[in-house]
Each structure stands twice: as structure tokens, then as C-alpha cells.
């Protein structure tokens, strides 16, 4: 039975991973009748933001795994417990979490690392010949994952664009709704809240990467 590996980064969009387009790829994978099991790395964030005000919560700490399982309503396990002979795909949502706990571009741009046990994994679902999807914000670490020449969108953000570029990535311009597909790297990358103002916007470009894994199984 086909399985999928949904990477968590947190709660939140602006330290976490996104809710939006974390239930809306539950909720695809569920329609497609897809089993799937949350992963996040047990680290501490970045940082806290305050997301009422859009502020660093100042002397607040909180657990990514922890925060990450309130999404999952607490079906999560720890990121180094991820079994690539387990899985049939990778999925991860966006969110800042993934620029600040699964990675350090919000900080560090083109400079970015990524984290050791995410990269080992993503990379290691990629040598197996296994599709990743990369949502929103994710899609920043694909030259990371897959090397020079990865094809991948983020939307039409020119500084991102530019920072993959530098990276050894190939960015592609993409709408709301649509999907840019590597198919030699059996990678799907979509904007969603790069560029999406709803929900329903979000969900059309996700809904599709879901579509265009299962096609690559």
C-alpha cells in the first residue's frame, strides 16, 4: 500500500510549518486514498513568533516535534526515526519552519545549510528514485536535495528566485494553480501561500503536486 512521508517544521506560518497547506495535503492524500505518517525534527526553533503581532516572543522556547504535533493531532514521530524503505514519497508543506528550523535561509539566503537529518532523508528518498513535493517556501532547498540543474518554483518572488538561482537551481515562474515538475528528479514544487490570498487558492496548486506525485509512483 502506498505510503507518503509528510515533513512537519513546527506550527504556524511564521515559525512553523504552514496550517493551511499542512491540512490541505492531509486532505489531498487522504482523497487519493494515500496512507501517510508526519514527521519533524525533536529541535528547538529558531525562534517564537508571536503570531498576533507578527514579533519575536522574546525568552520563549518551544520544541519543533512538539509544535509540529499539534498539527498531526499527535500522530507524529521523531524525523530520525524516518525509514526510507518505509515510504513511497516525500512530501513537505511550506511555512517559515522551513526556512528556519528544516533550513537556515530566512537568515543565511544562498548561504543556506539545511538540516543534516532532513537533508540525509530527502536525499536518501531521492537516490531511491522516490517523488518529492516541496510546497511554498520548500522548494528553496531543492539544489540542496538534488544538485545543480533541479528545476522548481517558489511563484514569482524575484529575490528567491534569484537566491535558488545562485544555489545552482533552475527557477520557474509559476501561478497559483499550477505545478513546476522536474520529472528527471521526480520533484514537485508549487507556490501556494507565496502567492495564494485564500485558502482555496492554496489548496488548487497543492491538490495538483498530490496529483503529480501519485503519477510518478
Not at 17 to 27: A, C, K, L, N, Q
Not at 62 to 85: C, F, Y
Not at 151 to 175: L, R, W
Request: glycine share 8%.
Amino acid at each position: 500500500m502506498t505510503k507518503v512521508a509528510v515533513i512537519l517544521c513546527g506550527n504556524g506560518v511564521y515559525d512553523g510549518s504552514e496550517i493551511y497547506e499542512s491540512v490541505i495535503s492531509f486532505m489531498a492524500l487522504e482523497e487519493a486514498n494515500i496512507n501517510y505518517q508526519c514527521f519533524a525534527p525533536n529541535i528547538e526553533q529558531m525562534h517564537v513568533i508571536n503570531h498576533l503581532t507578527g514579533e519575536v516572543a522574546e525568552g520563549e522556547s518551544r520544541n519543533v516535534l512538539v509544535e509540529a504535533a499539534r498539527l498531526a493531532r499527535g500522530n507524529i514521530k521523531d524525523l530520525k526515526d524516518a525509514k526510507v524503505d518505509d515510504y513511497d514519497a516525500l512530501l513537505v508543506p511550506g511555512g517559515f519552519g522551513a526556512a528556519k528550523n528544516l533550513s537556515n535561509f530566512a537568515v543565511k539566503g544562498a548561504d543556506m545549510q539545511v538540516l543534516p537529518e532532513f537533508l540525509q532523508f530527502a536525499q536518501a528518498m531521492h537516490q531511491a528514485g522516490k517523488p518529492i513535493g516541496l510546497i511554498c517556501i520548500a522548494p528553496t532547498m531543492a539544489a540542496k536535495i538534488f544538485g545543480p540543474g533541479v528545476k522548481c518554483t517558489v511563484g514569482n518572488d524575484a529575490e528567491v528566485s534569484a537566491a535558488i538561482a545562485a544555489m545552482g537551481g533552475e527557477h520557474f515562474d509559476c501561478k497559483v494553480d499550477q505545478v513546476c515538475v522536474d520529472s528527471e528528479r521526480k520533484l514537485v514544487t508549487t507556490p501556494a501561500y507565496m502567492v495564494a490570498n485564500s485558502i482555496s487558492e492554496a489548496a488548487k496548486g497543492i491538490r495538483t503536486t498530490v496529483d503529480e506525485l501519485l503519477k510518478m509512483l
